[in-house]
T-cell receptor
Framework: DTAVSQTPKYLVTQMGNDKSIKCEQN?????MYWYKQDSKKFLKIMFS???????INETVPNRFSPKSPDKAHLNLHINSLELGDSAVYFC?????????????FGSGTRLTVV | RKEVEQDPGPFNVPEGATVAFNCTYS??????FFWYRQDCRKEPKLLMS?????NEDGRFTAQLNRASQYISLLIRDSKLSDSATYLC?????????WGAGTKLIIKP
């Protein structure tokens, strides 16, 4: 059983299109995240949801809109894709209560905008 | 100054050698610390938490120096499979702050 699963694994699309990436976790965690890792390999947080509520919203274009229908799911919708959006997008989850023991990541979605 | 800084490397190390790298953090109120490992084209995976008294897991030893605000990772008897990028992560202000990673290449 995959703990954090995200789909699709690869996404190649044209500029201007709208696309979504889905993420689901079966760990019972209450917090989920979207990270972007660009070609320089730096991991940057984009959004964080705790129990379906947005708690971190870093400076990302408003073309990016996260949606959390329940605490096990956090989807990312991207409008009007641009070349600079090409990156690997990682979903992650953690438990906010108790000692922080780090995150569990999904395997990533490699987005290529052409 | 960045919140979490690491030497990007790469560190080229012969198999069997001992290698160590540090990570500095700027927020003295940071509460907890981790080392993650990321293989090429894979997701980051938790390697170990870093405890105040230092901790060891097999060939890996992590240490925290609060006075100088850095954490370290020591790898003994390095294996080819240790080749990866090692990410330092600091729990600060209710979120994890990630370093950019140190690339380690173990050569036969």
């Amino acid at each position: 059983d995959t703990a954090v699963s995200q789909t699709p694994k690869y996404l190649v699309t044209q500029m201007g299109n709208d696309k979504s990436i889905k993420c689901e976790q079966n760990l019972g965690h209450d917090t989920m995240y979207w990270y972007k890792q660009d070609s320089k390999k730096f991991l940057k947080i984009m959004f964080s949801y705790n129990n379906k509520e947005l708690i971190i919203n870093e400076t990302v274009p408003n073309r990016f809109s996260p949606k959390s229908p329940d605490k096990a799911h956090l989807n990312l919708h991207i409008n009007s894709l641009e070349l600079g959006d090409s990156a690997v997008y990682f979903c992650a989850s953690s438990q906010s209560s108790g000692p922080p023991v780090g995150y569990t990541f999904g395997s990533g979605t490699r987005l290529t905008v052409v | 100054r960045k919140e979490v800084e690491q030497d990007p490397g790469p560190f080229n190390v012969p198999e069997g050698a001992t290698v160590a790298f540090n990570c500095t953090y700027s927020n003295s109120a940071s509460q907890s610390f981790f080392w993650y490992r990321q293989d090429c084209r894979k997701e980051p995976k938790l390697l170990m938490s870093v405890y105040s008294s230092g901790n060891e897991d097999g060939r890996f030893t992590a240490q925290l120096n609060r006075a100088s605000q850095y954490i370290s990772l020591l790898i003994r008897d390095s294996k080819l499979s240790d080749s990866a990028t090692y990410l330092c992560v600091v729990h600060s202000n209710y979120q994890l702050i990630w370093g950019a990673g140190t690339k380690l290449i173990i050569k036969p």
